[in-house]
């Protein structure tokens, strides 16, 4: 979900009528993570309409989209048309046509704003099958440059507003007008410049050419187009930013574009402030030279909701080469109807990633071409090859 690029006029800010949202106190605000370790806030968006009250929705928090994105189906009560399209490209480098608006009215702890430009596109047609809980909105770079933050993934807590208390070591970000923030990363015994990126799941992403030799495992990434990618995973022993460093990681050999990407995985071990007014990173002094990598890789499971049909179902629209769901013996186009105990509601992205991270062998039913199907689903062990589900 990540490098969504438009262009956007800058608008002064001006407090939301009423009251503000509460301040941000020393526990921080609630953070949502979802199956696939996104980062979704609750954001309270204005009515225009009396009677009809403000109400709260879920964002992407997403520091690699350059503006702020809402769902095409928001009601006409939140937003205002301008009747401008406007071209979005994602990661995929396809081009997406997008509609301008503007949102009566956004507030969040800490954060008010009125009259906010946004870009309308179809968030829950691209992304919507690959989450359980379809997103309303991201929020990118056009508000999250307006004040300093702190994440800290593994308490599910965020600080807007808040720089990270204590003893921090800090990493200079560049940025340039229409990109994420970026920092230089040495891996592989060269340099180059990486988009920090909390819109995207997984490690480092390099370019083919800088990727070390890559095993059998790859994994497949989709666009807000629904273009799908896929690229090979490698792995490097050592990967430097600035003065931080993680060790033993995995690394997605795509990036086209000749730049790298730090993903979520290398901001979802301790609390990271953000800050694009000085700019840089903050994290803990004494986790700089140690920084902690979330493992298992979160790597998004293949398999979709099909909404289309009543009740929904999940379907297999990917399957890699020597992972689980390969051995077991999945074909692209299986609907899946018990996963081990989880049937009926209880069948989910999250509930499918919980169960089979916990490594053990257990039974998939399928149903292919109207003809249920049971399948024998290994246990693990293939993480640090990068296989997984």
Known sequence: MNRWVIA???VPAIGLAGSLPASVGPAGVPLEVNEDGFCIVAVRLASSRAGEGDRTFRFLLDTG????????AMPARFVRDEGRSVPVWDITGVRVEGARARLHGLAFPGFVRTNVPVVRVDLRGSFGPLEDAPIDGVLGMDLLEQFPFVLDLPRRRWWPGRRLPGRTRSVPLRRVPGAPPQVELRAGGGTLLADVDTGSM???QVPPDRCPAPGR???EGAGLSRTRTRSRVGWLEEVRAGALRWREVPVDCCAPDGRGLLGL??????AVGFDFAVPCLE??????????LRRPASRTLPVAWNRGVSPAVLRVIAVRPGSGMDRAGCR??????????????????????????RGAPHAWIIRREGVLARLAYPGEGGERKGHGP
């Open 8 to 10: 956007l006029a800058a």
């Open 65 to 72: 989209a350059s503006a702020t994105l809402v769902d095409a």
């Open 202 to 204: 997984g490690g480092v």
């Open 217 to 219: 495992a790859w994994v």
């Open 265 to 270: 995985d290398l901001w979802s071990g301790c």
């Open 283 to 292: 994290v803990p002094a004494d986790r700089a030279l140690d920084m902690p």
């Open 332 to 357: 692209v186009g299986d609907v899946l109807v018990r996963v081990g105990p989880l049937a009926g509601n209880r069948l989910t992205r999250r509930g499918i990633l919980g169960w089979v991270r």
